[in-house]
């Protein structure tokens, strides 16, 4: 769990639902539990995904710019992979 996640009861998040959205809102996380079994959690939404495959694709670029294969086919390369 990360430091930001806070366990609860489910009968205590029942009657501070609202509340816990809001802290949601701002960051928290909460596992809720059953029976001091842990049953769900309520975390904020993740990031758009698209958005985060073009800044991964973004930066990927940026490390490949300056590499160079020396004269190495990458056909080569993946057929020398597959080897192993």
């Known amino acids: 769990m990360?430091?930001?996640t806070i366990t609860i009861g489910a009968f205590e998040a029942k009657?501070?639902?609202s509340e816990l959205l809001e802290r949601?809102?701002?960051g928290v996380s909460f596992t809720i539990t059953k029976h001091n079994k842990p049953v769900a959690k309520i975390v904020a939404p993740e990031e758009d995904e698209a958005r985060r495959r073009i800044e991964a694709t973004e930066k990927m670029i940026a490390l490949s710019k300056g590499c160079r294969l020396n004269g190495l086919k990458i056909k080569d390369l993946i057929e020398e992979g597959r080897k192993w």
């Open 15 to 17: 009657t501070k639902f």
């Open 2 to 4: 990360s430091a930001n």
């Open 24 to 26: 949601v809102g701002k």
